[in-house]
Nanobody, 124 residues
Framework: QVQLVESGGGLVQAGGSLRLSCAAS????????MGWFRQAPGKEREFVAA????????WYVDSVKGRFTISRDIAKNTVYLQMNILKSEDTAVYHC?????????????????WGQGTQVTVSS
C-alpha cells in the first residue's frame, strides 16, 4: 500500500502561482513514476505532469509546458508541482498518483494509488 497526501491548493488570481505537494509513504519502492492529474467540473480527468520515481525524466501536457514544473525531493519522499502563470482554465481538483503498474507515463489506469485531491481555483 502507498499513501499519498496532497496539500497546497487554494484560490489565486490569474497570473499567480501555487505549489502543490504530495507526500508519499508506505511501499513506494516499486513505483515507476509519480503523476499529477486534474479534473474540472463536467470534464474528464486529465494528465498534467509526471516524474520518474528516480527523479530523472519529466513529462507535461502541452497546455502547462513552460508554466508548470514537477519535481521530487527524494529525502522527503515528496513530489511537488510548481504552477506559475495560472489561468482560469487551470481550475480543477488536482490529484497526485503513484504508478506501480507500467512505464507508460500519461495513462491514468496505470496509476494504482491516488491522493484525495486538492482544489485549485484561479479567478480571472
Amino acid at each position: 500500500q502507498v499513501q499519498l497526501v496532497e496539500s497546497g491548493g487554494g484560490l489565486v488570481q490569474a497570473g499567480g502561482s501555487l505549489r502543490l505537494s504530495c507526500a508519499a509513504s508506505g511501499r513506494t519502492a516499486s513505483t515507476y513514476a509519480m503523476g499529477w492529474f486534474r479534473q474540472a467540473p463536467g470534464k474528464e480527468r486529465e494528465f498534467v505532469a509526471a516524474i520518474r520515481w528516480s527523479g530523472i525524466g519529466t513529462w507535461y501536457v502541452d497546455s502547462v509546458k513552460g508554466r508548470f514544473t514537477i519535481s521530487r525531493d527524494i529525502a522527503k519522499n515528496t513530489v511537488y508541482l510548481q504552477m506559475n502563470i495560472l489561468k482560469s482554465e487551470d481550475t480543477a481538483v488536482y490529484h497526485c498518483a503513484a504508478n506501480q503498474r507500467g512505464p507508460i507515463i500519461a495513462q491514468a489506469d496505470l496509476y494504482n494509488y491516488w491522493g484525495q485531491g486538492t482544489q485549485v481555483t484561479v479567478s480571472s
